[in-house]
């Protein structure tokens, strides 16, 4: 309990840090300069502002992603979340693209350009709301259980969470994705967060964890059962 | 290392979620430059907004009032227009009203201007030689202005502190 549990001085530690996105560069520490270390701090517990909505959202999405990764094993897919930086840094690129031409063709010679450029900027930002709103849908992770024999196709878990704007009821919800009969099942949880912080806006992991632990064994126990 | 507890939320993100902070950084200077380059292409003119920066046209136009122009190449300049133009050598532009033009059959023109709170018209204020204004000169028509109603001695006030 208590390893799972954001705290001590685990000698392993530095594997989980980078939010698990850095699994190629090893789980080890000694695979980094000191500095670096010393700069992660994911065993140090979360502190927050308990009254900025944003931030107590955030850590408890960190923390839910940190619980599936860490004490599952779970590797996280990063699909959704690269095709929003694609389409962000995209959109980045044509503005550059209209800055720069601007510069060197001063203005009435560039006026063909900066129109394709505008146009295309503010068709990339339609596709970016349509993306976020319909395919990315409030899920901030994505995680894949290799099947242990090799044969069968990753089971899928994703993690989708809201928190409305001046409310305290955190909503999570667990999906999970059989790899063999593609069959979809869900769970999810609403709860106060201020069951998950006290009163100095510190995560108390011993209190969160549990119930991912819950939403995630009442996945696994149905598979079983069938 | 010291210990900088505001920069641990910095500290927690990964790769991916500092690239992500830094392009929605980028994503909001781009989209106020956008919309400044589309305000460019729609109205033809290479300032669509500008600020009156003298007194010379008021009651009209006091100090601090914006500016909408536009420079469509199908709207002829006409006598009692305000436009918004650019001396030869000068990066500041002035905004004037139009009080003579000669105009020739193939459309091409030479304007006066003066202010109309100026005295005289703004010949001494053209390059040395020059007698006429151009097409080329031109930024743009005012078609629009916003103005605060705020009183003289305010006026001058905030110029004060934006200038410093």
């Known amino acids: 309990m208590a390893a799972a549990a954001a705290q001590g001085g685990r000698s392993g530690g530095g594997g989980g840090s980078g939010g698990a996105g850095g699994g190629p560069s090893g789980g080890t520490g000694s695979s980094r300069s000191g500095l670096l270390d010393k700069w992660k701090i994911d065993d140090k517990p979360v502190k927050i502002d308990k009254w900025d909505g944003s931030a107590v959202k955030n850590s408890l999405d960190d923390s839910a992603k940190k619980v599936l990764l860490e004490k599952y094993k779970y590797v996280e897919n990063f699909g959704l979340i690269d095709g929003r930086l694609t389409i962000c840094t995209i959109s980045c690129f044509f503005a550059i693209v209209a ?22 900027y503010f068709v990339m930002m339609g596709i970016l709301t349509i993306y976020t709103s319909y395919k990315e849908k409030s899920i901030f992770l994505v995680a894949h259980r290799k099947d242990p024999t090799g044969m069968d196709p990753d089971d899928i878990w994703q993690l989708s969470s809201s928190l409305k704007r001046f409310d305290d009821k955190y909503t999570l919800k667990l999906t999970f994705i059989s790899g063999r009969t593609k069959q979809q099942r869900e769970a999810e949880f609403t709860k106060s967060i201020a069951k998950f912080f006290d009163h100095s806006g510190t995560l108390v992991m011993d209190a969160y964890e549990p119930e991912i632990s819950r939403l995630h064994d009442s996945l696994t126990t149905e598979r079983k059962m069938k | 290392m010291l210990s900088l507890d505001f920069l641990d939320d ?15 950084f980028g994503m909001i200077v781009s989209s106020a430059l956008m919309i400044w380059k589309g305000l460019m292409v729609i109205t033809g003119s290479e300032s669509p907004i500008v600020v009156v920066l003298s007194g010379s046209m008021e009651p009209a136009f006091h100090r601090g009032d914006l500016l909408f122009l536009t420079n469509r190449v ?50 001494g204020l053209y390059k040395q030689g020059q007698h006429w204004l ?11 202005f916003y103005q605060e109603n705020i009183s003289v001695e305010d006026r001058n006030y905030l110029f004060l502190i934006l200038e410093l």
């Open chain 1, 99 to 120: 800055l720069i031409w601007d510069y060197m063709h001063p203005f009435p010679e560039s006026k063909p350009v900066l129109a394709l450029c505008v146009i295309s």
């Open chain 2, 10 to 24: 910095v500290r927690r993100m990964n790769k991916r979620q500092l690239y992500y902070q830094v392009l929605n």
């Open chain 2, 74 to 123: 199908e709207d002829p300049i006409r006598v009692g227009e305000i436009v918004v133009f650019r001396i030869e050598g000068r990066e500041i532009p002035i905004v004037h009203r139009v009080l003579k033009i000669h105009e020739k059959q193939n459309g091409h023109i030479k304007f006066l201007t003066k202010g109309d709170n100026n005295a005289v018209d703004d010949r």
């Open chain 2, 134 to 144: 151009e097409k080329k000169d031109v930024v743009g028509r005012a078609r629009g």
